[in-house]
């Protein structure tokens, strides 16, 4: 059983489009994340998520908007891509005990 | 503020020989201090954890690392390298309910 799943993969779309990412975890943990991998590999936390509710939230545009149907979903809705928004997002979660991070594989999304 | 450094950008060792990456970490408070492996088109994958006790402590695949708190260090070790070792690696600080702050990582190339 996969820990923490998203899909798509890999996801190409045009500019201006509106996209989502799905993130699902089976570990019971409290928090969930998405962070953003630049090109240059450096990960930058986007947002958290912890009983539903938003307790996070870094610089990053309102064209991004997480939305937590329960506690083990978290989804990534981005819309009016830009050029710039072109990486690969993670998703990850965490228990409340203060173990580590558990990181989905991650969704390279390419903006054209 | 959290921040986590780790100087080497890219090291390139032979197959076989040890292997040390370095982490320097600055925070207010006694840190929870994590090692993450990426290889190639995957996700994070946890090598270690530091809590407490012991400075030194053993993870997956061989690695170890080790606290110093008078030099604000957690470098990883491995007394042999394999090929399969090669991948980023990412050294991470944060404590409970606190986000994590990841490094720039670190790139391992690994020579036959």
């Known amino acids: 059983d996969t820990a923490v799943s998203q899909t798509p993969k890999y996801l190409v779309t045009q500019m201006g489009n509106d996209k989502s990412i799905k993130c699902e975890q089976n570990?019971?943990?409290?928090?969930m994340y998405w962070y953003k991998q630049d090109s240059k590999k450096f990960l930058k936390i986007m947002f958290s998520?912890?009983?539903?509710?938003?307790?996070i939230n870094e610089t990053v545009p309102n064209r991004f908007s997480p939305k937590s149907p329960d506690k083990a979903h978290l989804n990534l809705h981005i819309n009016s891509l830009e050029l710039g928004d072109s990486a690969v997002y993670f998703c990850?979660?965490?228990?409340?005990?203060?173990?580590?991070?558990?990181f989905g594989s991650g969704t390279r999304l390419t903006v054209v | 503020a959290q921040s986590v450094t780790q100087p080497d950008i890219h090291i390139t060792v032979s197959e076989g020989a040890s292997l040390e990456l370095r982490c320097n970490y600055s925070?207010?408070?006694?840190?929870?201090l994590f090692w993450y492996v990426q290889s190639p088109g995957q996700g994070l994958q946890l090598l270690l954890k530091?809590?407490?006790?012991?400075?030194l402590v053993q993870g997956i695949k061989g690695f170890e690392a080790e606290f110093k708190r008078s030099q604000s260090s957690f470098n990883l070790r491995k007394p042999s390298v394999h090929w399969s070792d090669a991948a980023e690696y990412f050294c991470?600080?944060?404590?409970?309910?606190?986000?994590?702050?990841f490094g720039p990582g670190t790139r391992l190339s690994v020579l036959p």
């Open positions: 998520y912890n009983n539903k509710e938003l307790i």
């Open positions: 990850a979660s965490r228990s409340g005990r203060g173990d580590g991070y558990t």
């Open positions: 530091y809590f407490s006790g012991d400075t």
């Open positions: 925070y207010g408070a006694t840190p929870y």
């Open positions: 570990l019971g943990h409290d928090t």
């Open positions: 991470a600080v944060g404590a409970l309910g606190q986000n994590f702050v």
